[in-house]
C-alpha cells in the first residue's frame, strides 16, 4: 500500500511539474473564439463611439463578430501582467437600415490581458496618454458573461 501512495505521489509531482514548466515557456494558449470575439467588439464599439462623437452621428449600427480565427499568438508582459498579442481573422455582421451587411475574414490585431486572479481579461492598448504623456499601455475589461457592471 506504502508503494502505492508513493507512486502516486511521484506522478503528481511529474504532472505538476510539467504543468508549472509549460506555464513559463512561450508555447502559446488557445483562446476561446467568445472571448476573443467579446474583445473585437469591444475595440469596434470603442472606435465606434469615437466617430459617432466626432462626426455628430445620431445614431450608431448594430454589428456582431463571430467566426473568430486566431492566426497568431504570442506571450508578451503588459504593466507587469502576462498577456498576449493576438491576429486573425473575423466575420463582422453589420445591421444598417437599409439591410445587413456581412464582411468574412476581417483582420484583427490585439492584445490580452490576463487578469491576477485569473477570472477576467482585458483589451490592451499601447499608445501616447492624454495630454502629452507618454506613451503606455491601457487596459479595458473585456465584460465577463453575466457581467451586468456593478
Sequence with gaps: MAAYW?????????SLLAIALAACSAVP???DTDLVADAISL???QTQSQLT???RLSASPTWSVDRVKV???????IQEL????????????IELPRGTVTRPKQPFDLYL???????????????????GEAADWRTYLIPP???DGY
Aim: charged share 20%.
Design 6 to 14: 508513493q507512486g502516486l505521489g511521484l506522478r503528481l509531482g511529474v
Design 43 to 45: 475595440q469596434l464599439e
Design 71 to 77: 492566426t497568431e499568438n504570442a506571450p508578451v508582459m
Design 29 to 31: 494558449i488557445f483562446f
Design 145 to 147: 458573461k453575466g457581467y
Design 113 to 131: 490581458q490576463g487578469q491576477k486572479e485569473g477570472k477576467s481579461w482585458r483589451l490592451a492598448k499601447y499608445g501616447p496618454g492624454d495630454a
Design 82 to 93: 502576462p498577456g498576449y498579442h493576438l491576429r486573425g481573422t473575423y466575420r463582422l455582421t
Design 53 to 55: 462623437s466626432e462626426l
